[in-house]
Every structure is written in structure tokens, then in C-alpha cells.
């Protein structure tokens, strides 16, 4: 059962991975998981940690793995950001991987819409509702 599990969890994050990859753009799954764990991390920093929670209970654990990579708890949501804002620190987040050639607009909307397709619309509603207006801003221009 267990390694069930796995598989399934696997499968679940290479249709994430494809979704990125058709919708940034992007060459290969290595460009595309940068993407995934750049553009969560900056939407994790951006959320209180019970929506943080309710959010992070809908995806793969792989994919909840990386959001929470790194994270500090303590550290209180970003106040109010500006679309350009959350996408420089996407665009640096990318860079620290070695991956600055990746746009972080298109990683953005590559990442929004594969949450759109493995997310509930319910959660989904949620989370739109309580993003700081420039990542609602990239989310549904």
C-alpha cells in the first residue's frame, strides 16, 4: 500500500510538472520544479499559516514537501506586495538556483494554473480571496 501511495504521489507531480512546462514555456521538468519551488515559496511567504495549512492539505506530498522547504513558521506574512515585488523575488529565488533564465512571469502563471488543475475551486477561491492584491494581480490578470 504504501508504495502505492508513492506512485501515485509521483504521477500526481509529473502532471504538475507537464502543466508547468506547457504553460511557462520551459524546455524540461528541471526548469519547471525551479519554477514549482520558487513561485510557492514566495505565495507560502505571502499567507497566514492556517490558510497555509488548509492550502497546503490538497497537494502531493512531494509538492507540500516543497512548500514548506525552508520555511520559518515564526516569520509573519509579507504585508501588502506589489506584482513587481512578488515577481522579483520569484525572478531572485530562480536566479539562487541557477535558473535566472526562467522569466518569472511565465513560472508564475505556469504554477497558477497547474494549481488551478489539481486545487479545489473551493480552495482555490479561498486563496484569491487572501493574496495580497499583486499576486492576485498575476494570478487573474
Not at 515559496?41 to 505571502?46: A, F, I, W
Request: glycine fraction near 6%; charge should be negative.
Amino acid at each position: 500500500m504504501g508504495i502505492e501511495v508513492l506512485n501515485k504521489d509521483a504521477q500526481h507531480v509529473h502532471e504538475w510538472l507537464n502543466e508547468i512546462i506547457d504553460v511557462s514555456e520551459l524546455s524540461n521538468k528541471t526548469q519547471a520544479l525551479a519554477s514549482l519551488r520558487a513561485v510557492l515559496r514566495e505565495l507560502r511567504d505571502n499567507i497566514r499559516i492556517e490558510d497555509l495549512a488548509h492550502f497546503s492539505a490538497q497537494l502531493p506530498i512531494f509538492i507540500r514537501g516543497l512548500l514548506f522547504e525552508n520555511w520559518r513558521p515564526l516569520k509573519p506574512p509579507l504585508k501588502e506586495r506589489h506584482k513587481e515585488e512578488f515577481l522579483n523575488s520569484i525572478q531572485e529565488i530562480l536566479g539562487g538556483m541557477g535558473h535566472g533564465e526562467i522569466e518569472a512571469l511565465l513560472a508564475a502563471k505556469g504554477v497558477f494554473s497547474a494549481i488551478e488543475k489539481q486545487v479545489s475551486q473551493e480552495e482555490i477561491d479561498k486563496l484569491l480571496d487572501i493574496v495580497p492584491k499583486g499576486i492576485w494581480e498575476v494570478w487573474q490578470p
